[in-house]
């Protein structure tokens, strides 16, 4: 932009102050704008681009939305921590802004491994991994090994899919045991046998460079201890459970450990809302209501697809001869109901 020369001392005699106001406004400052939670912010509507502040580096793709007072960029992907990027003004100088350097974050640490007990079934289903920060994908096969009470690994006794299988937060996996080596009758116990063998011991190693989503490893590698035990199939029977209700909760004794992350979720009291806490390895539920007891029936619904540690559900057994069997009797199968008093 080309300025009028301009000379202070023209013009009638009296103070400049016209003079200078028409000079500040010629000589404006440029438009204030900042970095702000993963946004470039400027002040009022503008239109503006940013970049890489690198020789040619295209411009970044995303999103410009515009406020009352505020126009705000968000890049298509995060910015980097510590770099310099370029915004380009029509009609102004490059304004340079650097994102600040990542807060430096603790190591995820592993903290829960469910179930909780120290003997498993022989048919164990499942196990849950529970981290205390979001995890990085695709890295389970290569960081946890179970090994027997000699030390050797045992060869593949995880289901290995395309998709590892993480909570929306990245913050618990589910790890399955291969079906095909826990089934009767199935080819894969036949030829390998099973992953667990009963009466012997077996340690769950984490290996400690697993990183999280940030790139940080873990805080130390873990090693989890169990024994295997007898198989179980028998399926799940609410009708067997001890409900207690007290003054403030009520307590169900499943008689056996329970799913850790379906129990909480499938079992439920019609029409009070509260918080539910496993207990005592998982084979007892604690339920408090919100509002405290009134004297009355209440009824408690369980959800057919409830599972023990073994994978048997509701009714229904997980190790069965008929695939059609099992869509059957689980497309047909309603909710427990149990009614139960407090005084």
């Known amino acids: 932009m080309r300025f009028p020369k301009l000379n202070l001392w023209d013009g009638p005699p009296g103070p400049p102050s016209l003079v200078l106001v028409l000079v500040a406004t010629l000589l404006a400052a440029p438009p204030a704008i900042t970095y702000r939670d993963g946004g470039f912010i400027a002040t009022g509507k503008l239109s503006f681009a940013v970049s890489l502040h690198q020789p040619d580096a295209p411009a970044l793709d995303g999103t410009l939305a515009h406020t009352s007072n505020e126009t705000i960029f968000t890049p298509r992907y995060p910015p980097q921590p510590g770099a310099t990027y370029r915004i380009d003004v029509t009609g102004q100088p490059p304004i340079l802004i650097r994102v600040p350097d990542r807060a430096p974050r603790p190591p995820a640490t592993l903290t829960a491994v469910y179930p909780s007990a120290s003997v498993l079934p022989e048919n164990q289903l499942k196990l849950y991994l529970h981290f205390s920060a979001p995890m990085s994908r695709s890295e389970a096969v290569r960081r946890i090994r179970l090994l027997r009470q000699n030390g050797e690994s045992v060869s593949l006794p995880f289901l290995e899919i395309d998709e590892e299988l993480w909570d929306p937060d990245a913050r618990r996996l589910t790890l399955l045991f291969d079906p095909g080596r826990i089934k009767r009758g199935l080819l894969p116990r036949q030829e390998v046998g099973a992953a667990l063998i009963p009466g012997e011991r077996y340690t769950l190693v984490i290996d400690a460079a697993w990183p999280d989503a940030y790139g940080q490893p873990l805080a130390q ?106 869509t059957t009797i689980q497309d047909r199968e309603p909710p427990t109901q149990i009614v139960f008093t407090v005084r």
């Not at 029977?237 to 008689?255: E, M, Q, V």
């Not at 809302?273 to 408690?300: A, C, D, I, S």
């Not at 599972?307 to 997980?318: C, I, K, M, S």
């Open 221 to 326: 590698g873990i090693r989890h201890e169990f024994t295997a035990g007898p198989a179980d199939r028998t399926p799940v029977n609410p009708r067997t459970w001890r409900l207690t209700p007290t003054a403030k909760d009520l307590l169900i004794d499943f008689g056996e450990p329970l799913d850790s992350a379906l129990a909480p979720r499938l079992i439920r009291v019609l029409d009070v809302p509260g918080q539910v806490v496993l207990e005592q390895n998982e084979t007892r539920l604690r339920f408090t209501p919100h509002q405290p007891w009134k004297p009355g029936t209440y009824t408690l619904e369980v959800h057919p697809a409830l599972e023990d540690l073994a994978g048997n559900r509701v009714n229904r057994p997980f190790d069965v001869d008929r695939f059609d069997r099992v």
